[in-house]
């Protein structure tokens, strides 16, 4: 708990609950509170602006405000303070869409006790201490945010909620690498964040993109927890990255970069600790540089000290397509599940790297028209069909999409809105929000990316009936194979393709069932179902477990 005396600031013009508030307040004795009210949002945002306010409690129905514009406006007055909503039980659903712009949680009056406001109050405010700088990324909010749905819906214990919603170890870096002009030295923030060791090793893969910071790692870490736990798979989850553009760095660059991150983080991976793998930016070659730098230190090769890894090197067969071509696995289960045969069906892929390219080539096997696929250049649609062949040929030559001669040329956004069947987001995070949800007209929305769906837009999917395989679930063949790599290199057997594929199948396949027959049974989506799923066995762990000491 905080040594100073914090301020409350409530904005509440029931003068019934006031009392209620300043009565739980007052009966826990906690004397590190102190209640200021305001009965107005005129008055309450002439306090923010006169006084030192430590936190607000926010009722959205005032006598000169309504709803989430209330929210809003407090928001704009109060940037940097932690604001709890107090909601009514028939206002929920409008003071969670405050949580989901910003707010730190919010309390249903009639349910509150005193000591559950107090931990509230201390977590919102430590919240949002965190979330400042680093933390600050709309991914890990969106992450969060997913989370306590969940935990609302799930009635998760409080303790495990406080617990799961921050990585326990997080390692924040700063590194050098000399670019090929030889007295240019580039200093760049690289992470290794590791969400959750309970489960045992932790695992996930190293990301290189100009944007990734703390808040990103650790929105990408816990989501691994959670498709790990869905997978069965006896791992936490952990995510890395480094703060560059690959794209500019020529292959001589990369490896002195790669093997200086991997030297960075050296004490904290490992195969019996935490084993990386491939994400956005990087590929087999970063692996291999990463298994050899490691093995190098310790002294003798360690092929299980990272997944998706060349085959010569002791990595699996079917891991690198296997994100895709599990994605296409869960697709076909989707549209047998909405009785629509996938032959002729229609296919629009956002992103042709590993995940993008290995979807729209799995669905094209099994008989779906790919009508738009797209990279960071351009979008390329053809209605009577795009070629797989074709695509990966010119993407080849040409290393990007752009000028691809079979189809139109048409913008990310543009690609999003198409009329199709299959919508396969399989590039970045953030792509479908409000913004565009609307206009969305696929019956299957398969995430490849992570986090490619915000809050607001999933309502309105859900709202408009299409059917939703949430990453966690849709993109979890990757890591699924990673674990049949790690399991191979651990015992030193090797498995045939056929062996890996048909696991694959299994292990998905459970899971999709699961995930719907949760979704049935709790009339939620499917993305709050996959989480369930996830967040169950690791509460459950954690309880058996208990707390060291
Ligand atoms: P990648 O680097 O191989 O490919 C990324 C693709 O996205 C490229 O075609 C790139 O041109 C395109 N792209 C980049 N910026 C874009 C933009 N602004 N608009 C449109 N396209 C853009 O990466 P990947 O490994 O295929 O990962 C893609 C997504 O899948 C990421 O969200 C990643 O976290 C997720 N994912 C990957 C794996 C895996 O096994 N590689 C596993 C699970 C999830």
Not at 34 to 62: F, H, K
Not at 222 to 242: E, H, I, Q
């Amino acid at each position: 708990m905080p040594e100073h005396r914090n301020t409350v600031l409530m904005i509440e013009d029931n003068p019934i609950h006031a009392r209620l508030i300043h009565n739980l307040l007052k009966e826990t004795g906690d004397d590190v509170y102190e209640l200021i009210t305001a009965v107005t949002l005129a008055e309450g945002l002439r306090r923010i602006e006169q006084d030192r306010i430590d936190i607000i409690l926010l009722d959205l129905v005032l006598p000169d405000s309504q709803e989430l514009d209330t929210f809003i406006r407090v928001r704009t007055a109060a940037t940097q303070l932690p604001i709890i909503i107090l909601t009514g039980l028939d206002d929920v659903s409008i003071a969670a869409k405050a949580v989901e712009a910003g707010a730190q949680d919010y309390l249903i009056k009639n349910e509150i006790k005193g000591p559950h406001l107090t931990r509230a109050m201390h977590y919102a405010i430590e919240r949002v201490r965190a979330t400042r700088g680093e933390w600050d990324s709309p991914m890990f909010r969106l992450a969060q945010q997913q989370f306590l749905k969940a935990a609302q819906i799930m009635d998760l214990d409080e303790n495990i909620r406080e617990r799961l919603l921050f990585p326990q170890r997080t390692h924040v870096i700063t590194l050098p690498f000399r670019r090929d002009e030889y007295n240019v030295v580039e200093t760049v923030f690289g992470y290794r964040v590791q969400h959750l060791l309970t489960m045992g090793p932790t695992k996930g893969g190293i990301r290189y993109h100009e944007d990734v910071n703390l808040g990103e790692v650790s929105a990408l870490a816990m989501w691994m927890t959670w498709k790990c736990s869905l997978m069965n798979l006896p791992f936490g989850g952990a995510k890395g990255g480094v703060r560059i553009d690959p794209t500019g760095l020529s292959r001589s660059e990369l490896q002195r970069l790669t093997r200086r991150y991997t030297s960075e983080i050296i004490d904290v991976i490992g195969p019996d600790k935490d084993i990386p793998a491939p994400d956005m930016g990087t590929d087999e070659q970063v692996m291999a540089w990463i298994m050899d730098t490691y093995s190098q230190q310790i002294g003798h090769t360690v092929p299980g000290v990272v997944t998706g890894k060349p085959v010569v090197l002791g990595g699996s067969l079917g891991r690198k397509e296997a994100t895709g071509r599990g994605l296409v696995y869960l697709i076909s289960a989707a549209a047998r599940h909405i009785g629509m045969p996938l032959q002729g069906a229609t296919a629009v892929v956002q992103g042709f790297g590993n995940v993008g390219s290995n979807t729209a080539r799995f669905l094209e096997e099994e008989g779906v028209r790919l009508v738009a696929v797209s990279d960071v250049t351009t979008g390329i649609y053809n209605p009577n069909g795009l070629s797989y062949a074709e695509l990966v040929d010119y993407a080849q030559k040409n290393r990007f999409l752009k000028g691809f001669p079979g189809g139109e040329a048409v913008t990310n956004k543009e690609l999003l809105e198409l009329p199709c069947d299959i919508l396969a987001p399989a590039a970045l995070q953030n792509q479908i929000t409000a913004e565009n949800a609307d206009r969305i007209k696929c019956r299957i929305l398969a995430e490849g990316a992570n986090g490619p769906t915000n809050l607001e837009a999933d309502e309105i999917l859900n709202r408009k009936n299409i059917f939703i395989l949430p990453d966690i679930l849709g993109n979890a063949g990757g890591v699924t194979v990673s674990y049949f790599e790690w399991v191979q290199d651990i015992q030193n057997f090797m498995w045939t393709l056929k062996e890996i594929n048909e696991r694959l199948h299994g292990i998905l396949l459970d899971a999709f069932q699961r995930t719907v027959a949760r979704a049935e049974t709790m009339h939620t989506d499917m993305r709050t179902a996959a989480l369930i799923e996830g967040i169950n066995r690791v509460t459950e762990a954690k309880l058996l477990r208990g707390i060291f000491p």
